[in-house]
C-alpha cells in the first residue's frame, strides 16, 4: 500500500542535523536544535502510530484502509469538498463516531489530522495543509491541501490537545486543552456540581493551593475542601483530625469502603488509579492520604470519598422446569454497572442526550471505561430483575435529566470564562460525558454523578451500526454534528455582502436583527425611503417604483448600476418578499450569482404556470422525460409569451441524432473508467457536474443535453435533469386550472370543448400573482365566478389598493379545481437539486368564505409515510419548476390520492415558521437562504429526521373576530409580557390594528409543549382567558380539532 510504504521509506531515512534547514540550523543555538530534532522524531513516530492505530481500527469497523492521494496534491478545482472543515487533531479514536457521521453528511469535509506539523496558523485563521479526509461509507483518504484548507471547526485530543496551534485564532473550537482539564478534574466538577444540589459521593479534599476557578475552601453539599496552605495544616494531626471526622459523618454511616484518589493522576507505590479500603480501618486510610500528600504538586489534591454501591439486583422469577446438576454448577458473580451519558450542546445552548449506555462487569472489580461491556440500560435493568416498564422509563428519566443538569452546570460556568480561561476566543464544550451510578438508600433509587468526561465516554461507547449513531430511544434528540455544522456555517458566513431586494413588512423585522447577530453586511433595496429597515443596514438604496414589477429589467439595469458604484460585490443576493421574487432571479443572473433561473421564477411566481407546467410533464413521462419544459401557446400570460431559455435546452432532447448520443456516452464511460478516486461521492459529483453542463449546453461539441428524443429505444434514453425515476411524476401533485384575465377566459376553462383543461367546480378563484390568501373565494358555479371576478378587478386594480399581495404584476385570477384533504407547508432547503432540509406542518381548516389561516402545529401529525410523501411531492415539484437552489415554502393538500399542490412560493416561507423550525430543530432557514445564495450548502445532520424537541401549536388573530380582546385583556403589551414569560410564543405580523374586508392575520399566538395534546389545551385554555376564543365565528376548539 502506498501510505504504507511511504511510512517505511520514513523509517529508513535517518532523521539528523543536517536534515534541518541550513539557513535554520545557522541561527539557533547547538541545545535548541537538539530539542527541535528530537521533536520532529517525536512528531514522526507519534504520526506513524497514530496511523496504524487508524487503519487498525478501519479494519476492525469492517471499513477500507486509508487511501494516500498526497502525491497527487489536488487544487480546490480538482477536488469535491466544500468550504467547511471540520478538523480534529490527535488520535482518531476519541473523535471517530464524529468523523465517520460527518463523512456522511459532508463528504470530504470532515478532517483528521495526525500530527501539528500538519496545520498551520495565518492571521486569525487555523488552516490544514495534510489530513486523513473521510468520505461517503466510511471511506478515507489521505490528502495534501494546495493551497490549505481553513479550518471551520476545530477539536483537538491526545496526545496533542496541549499543543498551542489555536492561540489568537477566531476558529470555533468544540473543546479546548484547557477545558478538558477544568472538567476533567474530579473536586472542580464535583464543587461545582453540588453547588447546583447535583448529588455526588461525599468527598473530603485536601488541596495544595492554589484552587482551580470556583473551588473555594469549605463546605459545598457533601464536599469538604481543606486548603493545606500552611505546616500546621500539613501536620500529620490535623490531617487525621480531618480524616477521622469525615470517616464518622452521617453521610459514610452507610458506606462500606472509602475511595482515594488524587486529581493530577499520581500513584501511591507504583499502582495508578483509585485505592479501595474498608471505612472503618481509619489507621490504613490515614496511611495512604499521607502517602498520596508527599506525591502531589501545586494545584492538585487528595479526594477521600465514600464508596457508592450501585444498585443490587431485584427480585428474579428462577426457573426450576429444567434439572440442573449441582457438581457443575458455578456461583454468579455479582453485577456492577455505571452509567454513561453523553450531553450534546443544541444550536440554541439546549443541553440534549446524544447517548445513553452501561458500563457492565464484576461487582468484584473496578470498571473501567475502555475495558467494560457496553450495553443500553434497558437490557442492564432487566438483568437486575427490573422488569416493569414504568420503573425502566422513570429510572431511565432520572439519570437523563441528572445528566442534563450536569451539562447545564457546564455551559453556565463557561459563559462566565475569559477566552483566556476557556482556552481560545471560540472555545467551549459542545459535547461532554458524564458517569454516573444508580443506588439505593432508604428503599429509594437514586442517581450520583461521578465525574465528568470530555471524550472518554464517546469513545467508549462507540458502536458499528450506523457509526455511532444515537440510538432509537425518544429521549436521544442530541446530535454529535448539529452544532459543530452551525458554528462551522455560522463562521463561513461572518463578513458576507448580501444583497436584499425588498424589505418587506413589519413581520420581517427579524432579518434585520439576524443579520446583525451573523455579522453580515446587507445592502437593501426597498422603494420606501423611511422604511425603518433604512437605518439597520450597511448600504440602502431607495427605489420608489420598485413595486411595480412591470418594469423588473428596468429595475434590475439599476440595482446592478447602483451595486457597482457602491463599490461592492455582494457574496450573495435574496429576497423574502414574494413580490420581488423574478426581480431578484434577474438581479442574480446579471450580478453572476446563485440564485434562481429567470424562468423558474416565473413559473413559480404565477400559480396558473406551476400547475400547468407540471400537468404538461405527463406527455413526456412514456418516453423517460424525452421532452422537457412545454412551451407556452397563451397569448395572456405576461411572464410566458415567449420561450423562455431553459424550455428551448430541455426541448432539445427530441432533437438529438442516435450517433451524436452514442458519442456522448462513449465520453461519459471513459471519463466514469478515468476516475482513480475509490470514492462514491466523487462519482456523484462526476454525474452532477455532467448535468449542469448538459442543462448549461456546455457538454461536448453539440451544445445539446443528455436525454434521447422520441425516436431513440426506450433502453438507450437518458432521464432530463429534475425528473424523479423512483417517484411519481411531478404532473401527479398538479391540479386543473386555467389562467383568468376576462370573462371569456372563464367560459373557455369550464367549457373546453376537448376536456383537456378543464376546470369543474367547485373551484377556488385567487389573485395568480397575490399572497396572503387575499382575494381567495371558493366558488360553486360559473355565474358566482364571474361575479367574484367582477369584483376583484373593482377592488384590487394596482398595487396601492392593497400593498404587498402582488398586484404589481396585475390583478389576473386562477380559476383551480377545489381539492378536499388537509393543507401542509413544507419548508424545503435546496442546494444545487440536492435536498438538504425539510420541515413538514398542519394547518388548521381555513376560515371561510376568504380561506385566510386559522391554526398550525409542528410537527406534522401525520404518519411517517404520508409526511415523506409530502416531502417527495414538494421537493419533485420544485426540482421540475427548475427551483433547485434556496429555500422554498411549498402548500399542499393531503387528499385520500395523496398529496396534492396548492402553490409554491420561491422564497421562505413566512409568518411563524422560521421561528417554530428553530425553536423545534436547531435550524435557522434565514442563515440557510443567505448560505445557499452565497454559494455554501446548508448541511444538517438529516435532510428529513430531525427530532423536534417539543411541539407548537398556534392560532392566528385576526383584528374582524379579536378587536375587543386585543384592545383590552390581550393587548399587544400583555402578550409580549407573556411571550417574554415564557408562557406563549407570540409572532406580530403587523403593527397596526387595522380591520378591513381583506384581512391578513394580525399575530400568531403558540404554545409550545412536550406532547401535542399539551400543547393544544394549554393554548385553549390560555386563549380562552385571553378572549380569544369566540365561536362560534371563530371556534378554536373546531379549528384545533383537526389536529387530533
Not at 117 to 123: E, G, I, Q, V, Y
Not at 796 to 825: K, Q
Not at 844 to 871: C, H, I, N, Y
Not at 1010 to 1025: T, Y
Amino acid at each position: 500500500m502506498a501510505q504504507e510504504a511511504r511510512y517505511l521509506r520514513q523509517d529508513s531515512a535517518k532523521v539528523s542535523l543536517s536534515s534541518l534547514p541550513s539557513s535554520f540550523t545557522s541561527s539557533c543555538p547547538p541545545h535548541e536544535l537538539q530539542d527541535l530534532l528530537d521533536k520532529r522524531v517525536y512528531l514522526e513516530d507519534m504520526e506513524k502510530s497514530l496511523f496504524h492505530t487508524l487503519q487498525s481500527t478501519l479494519k476492525e469497523l469492517g471499513l477500507p484502509k486509508t487511501r494516500d492521494w498526497t502525491p497527487l496534491c489536488p487544487t480546490p478545482g480538482d477536488c469535491y469538498y466544500t468550504e467547511m472543515c471540520i478538523c480534529v487533531l490527535g488520535s482518531p479514536l476519541p473523535y471517530l463516531s464524529l468523523l465517520l457521521e460527518a463523512g456522511q453528511v459532508s463528504p470530504g469535509d470532515s478532517l483528521l489530522c495526525l500530527s501539528p506539523s500538519w496545520l498551520s496558523r495565518s492571521a486569525s485563521m487555523l488552516l490544514v495543509h495534510t489530513a486523513v479526509a473521510f468520505d461517503l461509507g466510511g471511506h478515507s483518504s489521505l490528502l495534501q491541501f494546495n493551497p490549505p484548507r481553513r479550518v471551520t471547526y476545530f477539536l483537538s485530543c491526545a496526545p496533542f490537545a496541549g499543543e498551542d496551534l489555536t492561540r489568537g485564532t477566531d476558529c470555533p473550537m468544540g473543546g479546548s486543552d484547557k477545558l478538558g482539564q477544568f472538567w476533567g478534574d474530579i473536586l472542580t466538577a464535583r464543587v461545582l456540581l453540588q453547588r447546583e444540589k447535583i448529588k455526588c459521593p461525599a468527598t473530603l479534599a485536601l488541596l495544595l493551593p492554589p484552587a482551580q476557578r470556583g473551588v473555594e475552601e469549605g463546605h459545598v453539599g457533601d464536599t469538604e475542601v481543606v486548603f493545606l496552605d500552611s505546616e500546621t495544616q500539613k501536620g500529620t494531626d490535623f490531617i487525621q483530625n480531618k480524616i477521622h471526622a469525615f470517616l464518622e459523618c452521617d453521610a459514610l454511616k452507610q458506606a462500606e469502603k472509602v475511595v482515594l484518589r488524587s486529581t493530577g493522576g499520581r500513584c501511591v507505590n507504583g499502582v495508578a488509579g483509585p485505592i479501595y479500603l474498608p471505612q472503618g480501618n481509619k489507621e490504613e486510610v490515614c496511611k495512604k492520604v499521607q502517602q498520596l500528600l508527599s506525591l502531589l504538586l501545586p494545584g492538585q489534591s487528595v479526594l477521600v470519598e465514600a464508596y457508592i454501591a450501585p444498585l443490587r439486583p431485584g427480585p428474579q422469577v428462577q426457573d426450576h422446569r429444567h434439572v440442573q446438576c449441582t457438581d457443575c454448577s458455578s456461583p454468579t458473580p455479582e453485577l456492577s454497572f455505571r452509567v454513561c451519558a453523553i450531553v450534546t450542546r443544541s444550536p440554541q445552548n439546549v443541553p440534549l442526550l446524544y447517548k445513553l449506555v452501561c458500563k457492565v462487569g464484576s461487582s468484584g472489580a473496578p470498571l473501567s471505561h475502555l475495558h467494560s461491556l457496553s450495553q443500553s440500560l434497558e437490557t442492564t435493568l432487566s438483568d437486575l430483575g427490573f422488569t416493569d416498564t414504568a420503573t425502566v422509563a422513570s429510572l431511565r428519566r432520572q439519570v437523563t435529566n441528572a445528566a442534563l443538569a450536569c451539562f447545564r452546570v457546564v455551559m453556565e460556568t463557561e459563559s462566565g470564562m475569559t477566552p483566556e480561561q476557556r482556552g481560545g476566543i471560540s472555545a467551549q464544550s459542545d459535547l461532554i460525558g458524564v458517569d454516573l451510578l444508580l443506588t439505593v438508600s432508604n428503599s429509594v433509587i437514586s442517581t450520583i454523578v461521578l465525574g465528568l468526561h470530555p471524550s472518554l465516554c464517546l469513545h467508549s461507547s462507540f458502536q458499528k451500526p450506523g457509526f455511532g449513531g444515537s440510538g432509537t430511544q425518544s429521549d436521544c434528540h442530541g446530535n454529535l454534528l448539529h452544532t459543530p455544522l452551525t458554528r462551522s456555517q455560522c463562521y463561513l458566513m461572518e463578513g458576507k455582502t448580501i444583497l436584499i431586494i425588498g424589505a418587506g413588512g413589519f413581520s420581517k423585522k427579524f432579518v434585520w436583527e439576524a443579520a446583525k447577530k451573523y455579522h453580515l453586511k446587507i445592502m437593501l433595496v426597498e422603494s420606501d425611503p423611511s422604511h425603518f429597515a433604512s437605518h439597520l443596514v450597511d448600504h440602502f438604496f431607495p427605489l420608489p417604483d420598485l413595486p411595480d414589477h412591470r418594469r423588473d429589467d428596468q429595475h434590475c439595469v439599476r440595482i446592478c448600476e447602483w451595486v457597482a458604484a457602491a463599490g461592492r460585490q455582494p457574496d450573495g443576493c435574496v429576497c423574502f418578499w414574494d413580490d420581488c421574487v423574478i426581480l431578484t432571479a434577474l438581479v442574480c443572473q446579471k450580478l453572476g450569482l446563485r440564485g434562481l433561473p429567470v424562468e423558474a421564477a416565473h413559473i413559480a411566481k404565477e400559480k396558473s404556470s406551476t400547475h400547468l407546467h407540471l400537468l404538461g410533464l405527463t406527455k413526456v413521462r412514456p418516453a423517460l422525460f424525452a421532452g422537457g419544459m412545454p412551451a407556452n401557446e397563451s397569448n395572456t400570460r405576461p411572464f410566458m409569451k415567449k420561450k423562455t431559455a431553459l424550455s428551448e435546452s430541455l426541448n432539445h432532447c427530441g432533437e438529438l441524432r442516435m450517433e451524436e448520443r452514442s458519442r456522448q456516452l462513449d465520453l461519459i464511460i471513459d471519463d466514469v473508467a478515468d476516475i482513480e478516486r475509490n470514492s462514491l461521492r466523487a462519482m456523484m459529483e462526476f454525474g452532477r457536474d455532467r448535468e449542469k453542463m448538459a442543462l448549461k449546453g456546455e457538454y461536448g461539441k453539440t451544445h445539446q443535453p443528455l436525454c434521447g428524443g422520441s425516436d431513440t429505444p426506450v433502453s438507450t434514453r437518458l432521464p432530463c435533469p429534475g425528473m424523479p425515476l423512483l417517484s411519481p411524476c411531478p404532473s401527479a401533485y398538479a391540479v386543473p386550472c386555467a389562467h383568468i384575465e376576462s370573462a371569456l377566459d372563464l367560459k373557455n376553462a369550464v367549457n373546453d370543448e376537448a376536456e383537456r383543461q378543464k376546470v369543474r367546480f367547485p373551484a377556488i378563484m385567487k389573485l395568480e400573482y397575490g399572497a396572503g390568501a387575499v382575494g381567495v373565494k371558493k366558488v360553486e358555479s360559473l355565474e358566482e365566478s364571474l361575479a367574484h371576478l367582477e369584483k376583484i378587478a373593482g377592488d384590487l386594480r394596482e398595487e396601492t389598493d392593497y400593498p404587498g399581495i402582488g398586484l404589481g404584476f396585475g390583478n389576473a385570477m386562477t380559476l383551480m379545481e377545489f381539492i378536499c384533504g388537509t393543507e401542509h407547508d413544507v419548508d424545503l432547503l435546496l442546494f444545487d437539486g440536492q435536498l438538504e432540509g425539510a420541515f413538514v406542518s398542519d394547518n388548521g381548516p381555513t376560515r371561510m368564505p376568504s380561506f385566510t389561516e386559522t391554526a398550525a402545529q409542528m410537527p406534522s401529525s401525520l404518519p411517517a409515510d404520508k409526511r415523506e410523501q409530502l416531502v417527495q411531492a414538494a421537493y419533485h415539484s420544485c426540482l421540475a419548476c427548475g427551483l433547485r437552489d434556496g429555500v422554498f415554502n411549498v402548500e399542499l393538500k393531503m387528499t385520500t390520492l395523496g398529496p396534492r399542490l396548492i402553490e409554491i412560493n420561491a422564497r421562505m416561507g413566512g409568518f411563524y415558521l422560521r421561528d417554530w423550525i428553530q425553536q423545534l430543530y436547531g435550524v435557522d432557514i434565514l442563515l440557510a437562504a443567505f448560505m445557499v445564495a452565497c454559494g455554501i450548502p446548508p448541511r444538517l445532520p438529516s435532510a428529513t429526521a430531525l427530532p423536534a424537541l417539543g411541539h407548537f401549536v398556534g392560532i392566528m388573530c385576526v383584528v374582524s373576530q379579536h378587536l375587543q380582546a386585543l384592545k383590552t385583556i390581550a393587548r399587544p403589551e400583555r402578550l409580549r409580557q407573556l411571550h417574554q414569560e415564557g408562557a406563549l410564543w407570540l409572532n406580530e405580523l403587523e403593527d397596526e390594528i387595522i380591520s378591513g374586508e381583506y384581512e391578513e392575520p394580525y399575530c400568531n399566538v403558540a404554545v409550545r409543549g412536550v406532547r401535542p395534546d399539551d400543547a393544544h389545551q394549554r393554548l385553549l385554555a390560555l386563549c380562552q382567558g385571553l378572549g380569544l376564543h369566540c365561536p362560534p365565528h371563530y371556534d378554536l376548539e373546531y379549528f384545533l380539532s383537526h389536529f387530533k
